[in-house]
Antibody, heavy 122, light 108 residues
């Protein structure tokens, strides 16, 4: 069974940093692109960032470009999101999501992790 | 950037009703469209990909259609367990995936 478990969320002051992790199991991690998607409480879904299976392709939403960095460690079956210069508008549940087909990059997401809540507030 | 617009933003229907949700892309995306269901307090779940391919395990009352810019998600007979917010998502075009604003489905 595919499992994605996010961690690292919490309360952080504006301007500070936070690093999210996503531990993957149940599939061949280095065959699949991975993405981060966020959802502000009570709001819709917003794609944040994606990384290909070999880290050769990386993209960011304009709203986080220059502040967030996605990375992965295939040896550890783990995905990361380094979030710097956090703003109140970054407050959201952050989900890691596996791409639905191997060796694809910008595709549908299946499955999603349970999410980790990031709250940016003073 | 391609924008995804869903309508309606919410709807209320009776058990057994046929429900249709529309998703429109600002530019043609062939059939690169997925639909997700997010039940209250839960994680989004893939229902349909490639505009009309039902994900394994999804009830057959769900169906998707469309290509180019106009897409629909249909629930042929609404059930109480279908109460959720439904999102469309375009993929396979730069700069990245994009979601519609969501459609909240409630039981009348």
């Amino acid at each position: 069974e595919v499992q994605l478990v996010e961690s690292g969320g919490g309360l952080v002051q504006p301007g500070r940093s936070l690093r999210l992790s996503c531990a993957a199991s149940g599939f061949t991690f280095d065959d699949y692109a991975m993405h981060w998607v966020r959802q502000a409480p009570g709001k819709g879904l917003e794609w944040v960032s994606g990384i290909s299976w070999n880290s050769g392709s990386i993209d960011y939403a304009d709203s986080v470009k220059g502040r967030f960095t996605i990375s992965r460690d295939n040896a550890k079956n783990s995905l990361y999101l380094q979030m710097n210069s956090l703003r109140a508008e970054d407050t959201a549940f952050y989900y890691c999501a596996k791409i639905g087909a191997s060796r694809q990059y910008n595709y549908w997401f299946d499955p999603w992790g349970q999410g980790t809540l990031v709250t940016v507030s003073s | 950037d391609i924008q995804m617009t869903q309508s309606p933003s919410s709807l209320s229907a009776s058990v057994g009703d046929r429900v249709t949700i529309t998703c429109r892309a600002s530019q043609g995306i062939t059939n690169y469209l997925a639909w997700y269901q997010q039940k209250p307090g839960k994680v989004p779940k893939l229902l349909i990909y490639a505009a009309s391919t039902l994900q394994s395990g999804v009830p057959s009352r769900f169906s998707g259609s469309g290509s180019g810019t106009d897409f629909t998600l249909t629930i042929s007979s609404l059930q109480p367990e279908d109460v959720a917010t439904y999102y469309c998502q375009k993929y396979n075009s730069a700069p990245g995936p994009a979601f519609g604003g969501g459609t909240k489905v409630e039981i009348k």
